[in-house]
């Protein structure tokens, strides 16, 4: 009860800091004429996806790669199968071509590389397999030419506007980004502390923990910015912000943990990526199924039933 207590306080510090660092870095954005399009694309997608970041960090400093594989794979299979489904639920998103023809495959595409690199024993014949320090700079390689693309998107004269309602002020603001950095690394740390502690008492192994619980806890503030931005029948947000952090998980969460300490694959772990790019691919499919470029409230029915199977099956695999 102790370590769930931990476990909950963990979470709620990182989601409160994440919002927090969100607030206080667009105010800061929007002082230097940032547009509104760049900031949904950078800022709220990095903060978003810190949760899962600080608790990678922490998760792999102390050696716990299992929660730090298992919290990115976790996550990413969350995002689609049930924050969409959640999301699609409320209201069916139509998703514009650039992001069924560029940013879905995008995605894809990473969960493809991961499936690569995690693969040594396969492609390389060695008897273990491991994300190793250059596998990591390969994953930032690839983070960079998205952000390469996110910059074009931003230099189009279409994509200028800026809103000016809500201002911070510059104190506040660089307040809230250092408080939300801060708040950050005491939840991160707490979560994994949690974590690690119910998954010895349960007698289950930390992957299992990372893929669900830890999974889902850092993944609140994507089901929370989609869900709105679905009720407010905004689906270019609601997708959006899945898509990108995914991207986002991959090749820059576990990119950095990867460099900071190579992370070991453990067993059963290749099913989870292959479940990954199943979904993935079922995304990208979707937009082609029903009515073209809608992700309708039957295929978010479809979504959300998966999910439970996929959490069925690996809390009986333990």
Known sequence: MANMVILIAGFALLIKSADFLVSGASALAKRIGVS?????????AFGTST??????????????????????IGSNIFNIMLILGVASLIYPLSVSK?????EIPFSLLAVLVLGALANDALFDKLGYSTLTRIDGFVFLAFFGIFMYYIASIAKDPGNTQTSTGGKIGLAKSLAMVIGGFIGLAFGGKLVVEGAVNIASGLGVSQSLIGLTIVAAGTSLPELATSAV????????????????SNIFNIFFILGISSLIKPLPIVSGANIDILVLIGVSLLLFF?????????????????????????????????
Request: glycine share 10%.
């Open 36 to 44: 509104d399009l760049v900031i949904g694309l950078t800022v709220v």
């Open 51 to 72: 949760p899962e970041l600080f608790v990678n960090l922490f998760a792999s400093m102390q050696g716990n790669t299992e929660i730090a594989i298992g919290n990115v």
């Open 229 to 244: 931005a679905a009720y407010r029948k905004n689906a270019d947000i609601a997708v959006g912000n899945i898509v990108g």
């Open 286 to 318: 979707s937009m082609f199924t029903g009515k073209r470029k809608i992700i309708d409230r039957w295929e978010g029915v479809v979504f959300i039933a998966l999910y439970s199977v996929y959490v069925i099956y690996i809390i009986k695999r333990g």
């Open 98 to 102: 650039s992001t069924v023809w560029k």
